[in-house]
């Protein structure tokens, strides 16, 4: 995907919750090798984010939800994934799903705002293929950046991506760690 779709890729998972310009300031389009050592060891795989998130802080990961949105048949969140020993924010996300891609018992643990989407996916066997679409660096006036919320945090990277849930096109996503 060129840089240019990237970005719009990026503003339409944001509109729910900030505008194209705020989704947009302060981002930029990059490439795996550009990642920092400990971003790209984090993002640049075909795994679930809870579950790569989870093994290198040595335990799951606790969900916030900072907003979230319904439709009739989508629903999208804004997330911090937290350690839960010292409760710093590891991941910041976005994420629009269709909710006709997960069965009825999935539908209702991710709407029930408990848990992270991962974790649920892999309990209830969802077979599931994880698509990069590309990988952003976030400067300090993104609200990317600003969503970790920690003292020193300057930067951010992330990968915008696709989850096919069943081999259905299911979940769009934005995974953010610093």
């Known amino acids: 995907m060129n840089a240019g779709d990237l970005s719009e890729k990026l503003a339409e998972l944001g509109a729910p919750f900030l505008s194209r310009e705020e989704m947009l300031r302060d981002a930029r389009a990059c490439e795996p090798a550009d990642l920092p050592d400990r971003p790209r060891r984090l993002l640049v795989h075909h795994e679930h984010m809870t579950a790569t998130l989870s093994a290198w802080y040595g335990g799951p990961v606790d969900l916030e939800v900072i907003r979230s949105e319904i439709g009739p048949s989508s629903y999208a969140r804004y997330i911090r994934l937290r350690e839960p020993r010292n ?3 590891v991941e910041v996300g ?4 269709n909710l006709a891609a997960l ?8 709407l029930a705002q408990r848990q992270p989407l991962g974790e649920i996916l892999i309990r ?4 599931r293929r994880v698509e990069t679409r590309g990988y952003f660096a976030f400067g300090s006036g993104s609200p ?16 915008v991506g696709f989850i096919y849930c069943n081999e259905q096109p299911g979940i769009e996503l934005l995974e953010a760690v610093c």
């Open 87 to 89: 409760r710093r924010v």
């Open 94 to 97: 976005l994420m629009r799903l």
């Open 103 to 110: 069965p009825e018992p999935a539908q209702s643990e991710v």
């Open 124 to 127: 209830h066997d969802v077979l």
């Open 144 to 159: 990317v950046v600003a969503a970790f919320d920690q003292p020193g945090v300057d930067q951010a990277w992330g990968r």
